[in-house]
């Protein structure tokens, strides 16, 4: 199935979140690839520093999406950007499911709101949109983040996940070097956070691991 990734708003950390959606699908022993459609190409910068360093599993990263790479790979992870239109609306027509990662601000909801009238008129019937609450507070005292989750619930068509992603040091460590947050520091909360994510969206997975994946050919 191929998964976009995807919002209007810069700083939502999608491509962090389609990184290591990417490398859990293939640590799960799914035939896995990715699609850099973002002209910053943080993704594909990231999967080149996995492959410098001779990480496994590798995922190979495209720049363009078609049909024809939808029916080679098991699943497809996109890091869509908003300076491409047409290329965006491309990817939403082909994508059995999009997940929008939101912060929690105000803005991030409006921005939302927006990206998900783009979604409403481009990807299929049956795709499965998921909304995300991506770098919440980790202060117990902190309003937005259970502020912007019910402004969200209340967006036609998106379905929000119940667990968050929190704002995490360990997320832009990992991704600096090159891996997911759960080979890097597999005890942390981020680790399990992200697997609690992808176990939901994919349905597949077996539990936690307790050691790295981290490691060379």
Known sequence: MITLVGNFKGGTGKSTVAFNLAIWLASQGKKTAAV????????????????????????????????????????????????????????????????????????????????????RKNCKEDTIVTGLINRADTHPKVTETEEAMEALT???????????LYQRTAYRRAFSEGLAVFEMMPANKAAGEVWRLSRSLFNTGVGRKKKSAKGKK
Do not use: C
């Open 36 to 119: 850099d459609l973002d002209p910053q190409g943080s993704l594909t910068d990231v999967m080149y520093v996995r492959e410098e360093m001779e990480y496994v599993p590798l995922v190979p990263v495209f720049q363009e999406l078609n049909k024809k790479i939808g029916k080679e790979w098991d699943e497809i992870i996109v890091d869509v950007g908003t300076a491409d239109i047409p290329a965006m609306e491309k990817a939403m027509s082909l994508a059995g499911r999009i997940v929008v990662p939101v912060a929690p601000s105000q803005a991030d909801v409006w921005s939302t709101q927006r990206f998900m009238d783009i979604v």
């Open 154 to 164: 209340m967006i036609h068509g998106l379905k929000m996940q119940k667990s968050y």
